[in-house]
C-alpha cells in the first residue's frame, strides 16, 4: 500500500512539473510569435500604447484602417479587434492595456450577437487565458465560469486549443496586417436581401454587467469612449430596437452612438463589401474616412 501511494506521490508530482515545463514553454513561444493571432494578441496584452484603440469583432478588424484615423486626428490608432469576440474579451484587454498606460480614445464598433445578446460566454474567454495571472483577469474567468478557477491551475490548460497556431505563428506570419487592421479583399458575388432582422434579442446580463462596468472604467480613467454601428451590406430597418440596450446604456453615460448601420452610400454597393457582414478594403477606406472626420467634427465642438 505504501509502495502504491509513493508510486502516486510520483506520478502526480512528474505531471505537475511537466505541466509547469509546458506551460512555461508554451508562455515564451507566445511571446516570441512573430505573427497571426498569438503575435497580435501579445502585442495588445503587453506593449500596445497608441493613444486611440478600436474595439469589437471582426467587423473591427476588417473596418478601420489606424493609418486612416492616425492622417485624420494626427494620432497614432491601433486596432485591437478580434474574430467572433465581444466584450467579455474586451473589457479583460481594457484592464491589461489600463495598467501600462492610459488610452485617450476608444472606438467600439458593437455587434450585438457579441456584445448584446445570450450565447455561450466561455468562449470568450479564450484570448484572455495565457494572461490569467495579469491584475484583474481572474476575475472575469470567476465571473463566467466559476469552475474556471480550478481548472487554471493548470499552466497547459492556458494554452489548450492554440497550441497548433503559437506553432506556426513562430514559424511564419500568415496573416497581412497594419498597426492590427485586416484589409478585407473580394467583392460580394450573391444577392442578400435587405435585413429585417427580428428587434426582439434575448439580452446576456452578463454582458450587459461587463459592458456596464467596461464604461464604467473609461469614464474614470478619462478615455473617451465612442461605440460605433459600422454597415452590413443591405442594412437592416430595426437596428435600433436591436441595438435598445446599448442606446440606453449609451444614454445613462452621455457616450455618443456614431451608426452607419444603413448608410445608404455603403450599404447598396457590392463592390465595398466581400460578404454581407464585412466591408472589403475599399469599403474600409470609404467609412474610416466617414467616421475619423464625424470623431474630428465631435473634438472640434467640444472644444469651443
Keep these: 500500500m505504501k509502495r502504491f501511494l509513493l508510486k502516486l506521490v510520483l506520478l502526480i508530482a512528474l505531471i505537475a512539473i511537466l505541466d509547469i515545463l509546458c506551460g512555461f514553454f508554451f508562455q515564451r513561444l507566445t511571446k516570441s510569435a512573430i505573427g497571426g493571432d498569438t503575435a497580435r494578441n501579445e502585442y495588445i496584452a503587453n506593449k500596445v500604447e497608441a493613444p486611440i484603440l478600436i474595439f469589437g469583432s471582426s467587423r473591427a478588424i476588417h473596418h478601420y484602417d489606424p493609418k486612416i484615423f492616425k492622417d485624420t486626428l494626427g494620432i497614432n490608432c491601433y486596432n485591437c479587434g478580434q474574430d467572433g469576440m465581444g466584450i467579455i474579451l474586451f473589457y479583460g484587454r481594457?484592464?491589461?492595456?489600463?495598467?501600462?498606460?492610459i488610452p485617450q480614445l476608444i472606438i467600439y464598433d458593437i455587434l450585438a450577437e457579441f456584445?448584446?445578446?445570450?450565447n455561450d460566454n466561455y468562449s470568450y474567454l479564450t484570448w484572455l487565458k495565457p494572461y490569467y495571472q495579469n491584475d484583474g483577469i481572474d476575475?472575469?474567468?470567476?465571473?463566467?465560469?466559476?469552475?474556471?478557477?480550478?481548472?487554471?491551475?493548470?499552466?497547459?490548460?492556458?494554452?489548450?486549443?492554440?497550441?497548433?497556431?503559437?506553432?506556426?505563428?513562430?514559424?511564419?506570419?500568415?496573416?497581412?496586417?497594419?498597426?492590427?487592421?485586416?484589409?478585407?479583399?473580394?467583392?460580394?458575388?450573391?444577392?442578400?436581401?435587405?435585413?429585417?432582422?427580428?428587434p426582439i434579442i434575448k439580452v446576456d446580463s452578463l454582458k450587459i454587467y461587463f459592458m456596464e462596468k467596461f464604461i464604467q472604467d473609461c469614464k474614470h480613467n478619462k478615455t473617451q469612449l465612442i461605440f460605433t454601428l459600422s454597415p452590413f451590406y443591405s442594412g437592416d430597418e430595426n437596428v435600433h430596437q436591436s441595438y435598445l440596450a446599448i442606446y440606453e446604456l449609451a444614454k445613462k453615460y452621455n457616450i455618443?452612438?456614431?451608426?452607419?448601420?444603413?448608410?445608404?452610400?455603403?450599404?447598396?454597393?457590392?463592390?465595398?463589401?466581400?460578404?454581407?457582414?464585412?466591408?472589403?478594403?475599399?469599403?474600409?477606406?470609404?467609412?474610416?474616412?466617414?467616421?475619423?472626420?464625424?470623431i474630428k467634427d465631435m473634438d472640434k465642438k467640444q472644444h469651443k
Design 256 to 294: 455618443p452612438i456614431i451608426s452607419h448601420y444603413n448608410d445608404e452610400d455603403i450599404v447598396y454597393r457590392k463592390d465595398l463589401f466581400s460578404d454581407s457582414y464585412h466591408m472589403n478594403y475599399m469599403g474600409a477606406e470609404i467609412y474610416s474616412k466617414k467616421i475619423a472626420l464625424e
Design 115 to 118: 456584445d448584446i445578446e445570450e
Design 94 to 101: 481594457y484592464k491589461m492595456i489600463t495598467k501600462r498606460y
Design 139 to 198: 476575475s472575469i474567468f470567476w465571473k463566467v465560469e466559476p469552475k474556471e478557477r480550478y481548472k487554471m491551475i493548470s499552466q497547459m490548460y492556458r494554452y489548450n486549443g492554440k497550441i497548433l497556431q503559437i506553432l506556426i505563428d513562430n514559424v511564419k506570419n500568415i496573416r497581412e496586417e497594419s498597426y492590427g487592421y485586416r484589409p478585407g479583399k473580394g467583392i460580394i458575388n450573391y444577392d442578400v436581401t435587405k435585413e429585417t432582422k427580428s
